[in-house]
């Protein structure tokens, strides 16, 4: 008598075998590596923001005004400082940076690019000092603006030779983030704002 | 119970799989990774790296099984075997190469597709005992190195100036942006294939 | 809408899935060499990414994430594609005759084909959150592919009839092509962009 489950077994019994083996070795490398892979893009993101905010050397993840952003404080736990990330649309594709700010949110500290694929030599010139330079040290009290290089008068940003849309997007990308949050970092320089867990 | 001939076999396949049956040069195989993450020679070399533990894994795990793999299913177990593989290799990346493993992006579980596994499991694999198998996983993961190392060497010399990130080329010397970028890539191939093809066309003589 | 009209628009020109991310190179280059083959190969392509990106975006979304099963991502995904793959070809051979014996013998090449997997996994990579988002961006990938391989035929077409030197015949000058191809394509960079 044809008995489907016994036919079943027959077939398929390696397979059966070889899948339970395999799935316990992706478990056990899954809980074996799974801590360090995490711990390697939490120091990633922590070290982009304490480049960009001087004088820091801890931060916690807040949320302010609807945006994830980062608390700086320095060795006695005093605030330092702001990171918050920002991205926009670029020539090729996204561009992520991270912003820092002092602590009211008056200037800027310091700026990184965590992702971006520009092209080489042209756009992703955005990563050299020379440009990201020109943020730091500025007020935020107006909306940055680009202009040609080398005719950059206060709260202007020189735009690097060629790369127009690069250099438009990660001003475009502070300004975004900085209509958003600013308000609230100035009228509450200390904020206490609710931490994520 | 293992072939007399297999010792010269396993040998034999060794030696083929660099040069006489180079997985990109002559088999034109897995061409994706070789266009792709060949922009610089670390890359290269990581990849061509880990593609090669995946078809080591690969190959060791199908020869043993081979006397009782179904021939209907067979191509279902070498998926699981691969894709099993590849994302063992790529956690182990993510999580001690971490750069590495950002830089090779979504290229890296593109191994499970990558041609080159696949037929060696069926080409060989599926009927050579454990050593044979070994020995052509080692042979075609040497040919696939020399394939993208070339590439890599090339375009990172031409297109950045430089070799495993350091400078090579004087500063006045122009570095060709079109090497890194996805263009350079297929003229790059194209290239050094012709190249080849001119030498083997003499090798073979005049006909 | 727009956002959407933008991804597809990125995905099929802007960060063409053959020229920019080297994706189904192998088809690009093997099944080209004439134009209603490649049209079909491009058509069954896309079909199965646009099934294959909607299943393993729902798949990862609704059932690999909240039970913490991430790990089993790469096969969990081969595996639907695999399984796309065949009930396609079951489809169309029972229901669409016609279309089977035109466009059937390619399907099963599809399952090795890096632009499936590929779509699948840059969804993810994109951070493309909403369903609406990995179907556009994969039925616009397709379509873009669809685009590189069937121009690559009408060239591969006429060099059929120019003279090659002998070293360059076949692959190496396909890719040379490809490379014109390929910054032809770049062009398109910045489109869209304020």
Not at chain 1, 86 to 92: N, S
Not at chain 1, 126 to 142: K, M
Not at chain 3, 38 to 67: D, E, K, N, R, W
Not at chain 3, 80 to 96: N, P
């Amino acid at each position: 008598m044809f008995n489907p489950i016994h036919s079943f077994l027959r077939q398929s019994w390696l397979v059966l075998i070889l899948a339970s083996g395999l799935s316990a070795g992706l478990a056990g490398v899954d809980s074996a590596l799974r801590d360090r892979i995490e711990e390697n893009s939490r120091q990633r993101l922590e070290k982009a923001v304490l480049e960009v905010v001087p004088g820091g050397s801890s931060s916690e993840p807040v949320t302010i005004a609807g945006v994830a952003m980062y608390r700086v404080t320095d060795d006695s736990e005093a605030l330092c400082g702001w990171a918050t990330p920002a991205e926009e649309r670029g020539f090729q594709d996204r561009i992520r940076l991270m912003v820092g700010l002092s602590n009211d949110g008056g200037r800027v500290t310091g700026l990184t690019v965590l992702e971006s694929s520009e092209t080489p030599g042209l756009g992703d010139r955005i990563q050299q000092p020379q440009f990201r330079d020109q943020f730091i040290g500025r007020s935020t009290e107006h909306p940055f603006v680009r202009v040609k290089p080398g005719e950059s008068a206060a709260g202007q940003v020189d735009a690097i030779t060629g790369a127009t849309i690069s250099s438009q997007a990660v001003i475009n990308a502070i300004n975004g983030q900085l209509t958003l949050i600013r308000k609230e970092l100035a009228s509450n320089p200390n904020t206490t704002a609710e931490s994520q867990p | 119970m293992s072939s007399p001939h297999s010792l010269p076999d396993a040998r034999d396949r060794f030696v083929r799989g660099w040069f006489a049956e180079n997985p990109t040069y002559v088999q034109l195989l897995g061409m994706c990774p070789t266009l792709a993450v060949t922009n610089t020679l670390p890359a290269a070399v990581t990849m061509a790296a880990a593609t090669g533990v995946v078809l080591l894994c690969s190959n060791i795990i199908t020869s043993l099984i081979r006397r009782q793999l179904q021939p209907h299913l067979r191509i279902l177990v070498y998926t699981l075997t691969i894709a099993t593989f590849v994302t063992i290799v790529d956690r182990l990346l993510a999580a001690f190469a971490p750069a590495m493993s950002r830089q090779l992006g979504p290229y890296v579980p593109l191994i499970i597709v990558n041609c080159i596994i696949i037929s060696r499991a069926e080409a060989c694999a599926s009927r050579q005992s454990v050593w044979t198998a070994i020995a052509d996983a080692l042979g075609q993961s040497g040919g696939f190195l020399l394939g993208l190392a070339s590439l890599g060497i090339v375009r990172e010399i031409l297109g950045s100036g430089s070799l495993w990130g350091i400078k090579v080329l004087p500063e006045k010397f122009p570095t060709m942006l079109i090497f890194v970028l996805p263009a350079g890539a297929f003229l790059t191939l194209g290239i050094l294939s012709g190249v080849l093809n001119a030498i083997r066309m003499r090798e073979r003589g005049p006909r | 809408m727009r956002e959407l009209l933008f991804i597809g628009l990125s995905a099929a020109l802007i960060n063409n899935f053959v020229l920019s991310y080297f994706l189904g190179i192998c088809p690009f280059l093997g099944v080209s060499k004439r134009l209603d083959a490649a049209f079909g190969m491009g058509a069954a392509v896309t079909f199965v990414m646009t099934i294959s990106g909607g299943l393993t975006y729902l798949l990862q979304q609704y059932a690999l994430i909240p039970l913490g099963l991430q790990i089993l991502q790469y096969v969990a995904f081969i595996f639907v594609i695999a399984g796309t793959v065949q009930f396609v070809e079951l489809y169309v051979q029972r229901f669409f005759e016609p279309l089977h014996r035109a466009f059937g013998v390619y399907l099963p090449m599809i399952t090795t084909n890096c632009a499936v997997l590929g779509v699948c996994l840059l969804v993810w990579s994109k951070s493309y959150n909403t369903l609406a988002q990995a179907l556009t961006f994969s039925f616009f990938g397709g379509a873009g592919f669809t685009l590189a391989i069937v121009i690559m035929a009408g060239l591969r077409e006429s060099i059929d009839f120019a003279d090659v030197p002998r070293p360059l015949r076949g692959t190496p000058i396909a890719l040379f092509v490809a490379a014109i191809l390929a910054m032809a394509f770049a062009g398109f960079a910045g489109m869209g962009s304020q």
